[in-house]
């Protein structure tokens, strides 16, 4: 126990020492320190800190395993799976009971953007990405213009085949990304060719048309209700 002890020194021969004083104090142990969990992202780094016994806080990889540091402050290197670490204080070479301290790796997130899709020329198009709502913020890159929408469910009105990069982030600050490709066809063009009726009277004028642009897979209707690329037995004025 701390306190103040008197010490003597006999020789062989039987002859005494004036008693000594020796000051004596017993350092309690430490408790353990207090750190709380943490959890991050993929590939990210914690901050782990140490409080309420100290006055020097040892961070290890393991009990009776290596020494990672010293401090009130430990940070982990990059982490892709969830670890845990251990801390105790030294006081003056008393120490105190391992702290286990876990840093949880969040899963990732998987961002879908959607399957490749094609539009007509001129034609919108209303891009989505699924994880959505509440805790997500959302990023739309195209080429040339980075970030051009926040929203989750953007209108676009590409001129030319684009790809649309989104980047998911959620409340943790985690992101996934995701890319869809928007194919935008040619203008479609129908040439029409006509040959009048002989006269006032006949019915035997025709018509033709034939179609180019766009994604091909034609289809065609007329006026009469016709519905193939060639029509007959037009009449005057028809």
Known sequence: ATGTYLVTATSAAGCTSLPGTVNITVNPTPGAPVVPNATVCNGMTATLTASSSGPVYEWYDAPGGALLGTGTNYTTPPLSATTSYYVQSNALGCIGPLTTVTV???????????????????????????????????????????????????????????????????????????????????????????????????????????????????????????????????????
């Open 104 to 238: 949880t790796v969040a899963a990732s997130i998987t961002v879908n953007a959607g399957v490749d899709d094609s539009i007509c020329s001129g034609a919108n198009y209303i891009l989505g990405v699924t994880p959505s709502g509440a805790g997500y913020t959302y990023s739309w890159d195209a080429p040339g213009t980075p970030g051009f929408s926040t929203s989750a469910t953007p209108n676009v009105t590409p001129a030319a085949t684009t790809t649309y990069t989104e980047t998911v982030t959620d409340a943790l600050g985690c992101t996934g990304t995701d890319a869809v490709m928007i194919t935008v066809g040619s203008p479609l063009v129908a040439n029409v060719n006509v040959t009048p009726s002989s006269c006032f009277a006949a019915c035997n004028g025709t018509g033709s048309v034939s179609a180019s642009g766009s994604f091909g897979g034609y289809t065609y209707l007329w006026s009469t209700g016709a519905t193939g690329t060639v029509i007959n037995s037009l009449c005057a004025n028809t």
